[in-house]
């Protein structure tokens, strides 16, 4: 029997995906897989970007004091 995971709020996920987090980044944050993470975009109808982008993003907040349980892009 699999367990089901509860969607994160649509407050919750625009948080972390402004602080540079990438898909994939948010899927090891909620232990789903990246479709997982795609269709809750889509159900929130969040714009989805470009790893790349969420990188750009990252490096320009880094500098900033950012909350330790938001997952960023790795380098």
Do not use: D
């Amino acid at each position: 029997m699999s367990v089901k995971i509860q969607i994160p709020s649509k407050e919750e996920l625009i948080n972390k995906y402004n602080y540079g987090s990438t898909i994939s980044s948010l899927a090891r944050f909620y232990n789903v897989s990246n479709p997982t993470i795609r269709n809750w975009l889509n159900h929130y109808k969040i714009k989805r970007k470009s790893h790349k982008q969420a990188c750009i993003e990252y490096s320009k907040n880094k500098s900033i004091n950012i909350p330790s349980n938001i997952s960023l892009c790795s380098w």
